[in-house]
C-alpha cells in the first residue's frame, strides 16, 4: 500500500485523501469544516438554522478527484470520463460532509457525480437517517441519498460485515452514528483502515473515551474507538483520519513513554 497527500486544504474545503493499494485507487472524502485539532474540543449540536451550509455541502468531487483518476480509461469514446473509472462510493455514514456530493443538480434533476459507481452504505444509518424525524433533522438527505434509489445506484448493506474485493472489506464501527461502519484494506502484506468519524481529533488517539457531541451513541462510540485502535496498534495498521489537520490524515499508532501518540505518515 502507497500513500499520498494532497496539499493542505483551508477548513471548509474538501479534504481528500488518496491512497493506493495493489489493485485498487481509493480515496477518502470528508469536509474539513469542523475545529481543528484541539486538547479540548467540541462539536457544535446539528442546527440546519445556525450553520445553514451543514447539511449542503456539495463540492465539486470530480475536479478535486481528477488528478487522482485514470486519466484514459482505455476506450477512445468521448462518452466516458476518468470519473467513470470509480465503481465503489462507500459512506462510513450519512452526515453531510461525507454524502453532500454524492449528486449535483441541472435543472433541478439529479445527476451522480460517479454514474458507474454503487453507493454503498450501512443498512442502520439508512433506517435512521431516511426516518421522517430524520429528513427533517438532516435535510439534505432529500436531495443527496433519496435519489440514488430511483438511480439504481444504491447499495444498503444488510448485513454489518461485507467484502467489496479481495483487498478491501466493510466492518461495522457504530457510536457516531447507529450505522457506522469503517473500511479494512489488506493489501501489499500492509493493513490499513478509514475511520471515518470514529476518530475526529489527534487527541482521541491517547484518549479514546472521548467523544465528539455529535456521536449519537458515546459509549458505544468510544468501544468502537477503544476496539479499533487496539487492533490498528497491535496489527501496525495505517490509519486513515480525514478529520485529522491537513496533512496528518494518514499515520500509524506509536507508543512514548508508555502513551499512544499519532504518527503522521
Ligand atoms: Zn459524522
Redesign the pocket.
Known amino acids: 500500500m502507497r500513500c499520498s497527500r494532497t496539499s493542505p486544504t483551508p477548513p471548509g474545503r474538501i479534504t481528500q485523501t488518496p491512497w493506493k493499494t495493489g489493485n485498487s485507487n481509493f480515496t477518502t472524502e470528508?469536509s474539513s469544516s469542523r475545529p481543528r485539532n484541539t486538547s479540548s474540543w467540541s462539536t457544535p449540536a446539528w442546527d440546519p438554522a445556525r450553520i445553514p451550509d451543514r447539511g449542503n455541502i456539495t463540492g465539486n468531487l470530480y475536479e478535486e478527484l481528477r488528478p487522482h483518476l485514470e486519466s484514459n480509461v482505455g476506450v477512445n469514446n468521448t462518452n466516458v470520463g476518468p470519473s467513470d473509472s470509480v465503481n465503489y462510493i462507500i459512506h462510513?455514514?450519512l452526515?453531510?460532509?461525507?454524502v453532500g456530493w454524492n449528486l449535483r443538480y441541472s435543472g433541478g434533476m439529479p445527476a451522480p457525480n460517479f454514474r458507474r459507481a454503487r453507493y454503498v452504505m450501512s443498512r442502520p444509518d439508512y433506517d435512521y437517517f431516511t426516518s421522517a424525524e430524520g429528513r427533517q433533522r438532516f435535510p439534505y438527505i432529500d436531495r443527496q441519498v433519496m435519489p440514488l434509489r430511483r438511480l439504481r445506484l444504491q447499495q444498503i448493506l444488510e448485513e454489518p460485515e461485507h467484502t467489496i474485493s479481495d483487498e478491501i472489506s466493510i466492518a461495522p464501527a457504530p457510536g457516531?452514528?447507529p450505522g457506522?461502519q469503517v473500511v479494512l484494506i489488506n493489501s501489499n502484506g500492509q493493513r490499513g483502515v478509514v475511520m471515518?468519524?470514529v476518530l475526529?481529533t489527534i487527541a482521541q488517539i491517547s484518549e479514546p473515551t472521548w467523544c465528539?457531541g455529535?456521536d449519537t451513541d458515546k459509549e458505544q462510540s468510544a468501544a468502537s474507538r477503544g476496539r479499533l485502535l487496539d487492533a490498528a496498534e497491535e496489527g501496525d495498521w495505517i490509519i486513515c483520519a480525514g478529520?485529522f489537520p491537513p496533512g496528518k490524515q494518514i499515520g500509524k499508532i506509536a507508543r512514548v513513554d508508555g502513551k499512544r501518540v499519532w504518527q503522521p505518515l
Not at 95 to 98: L, R, V
Open positions: 470528508c462510513t455514514h452526515h453531510g460532509d461525507h457516531h452514528t457506522h471515518g468519524d475526529h465528539a455529535v478529520h
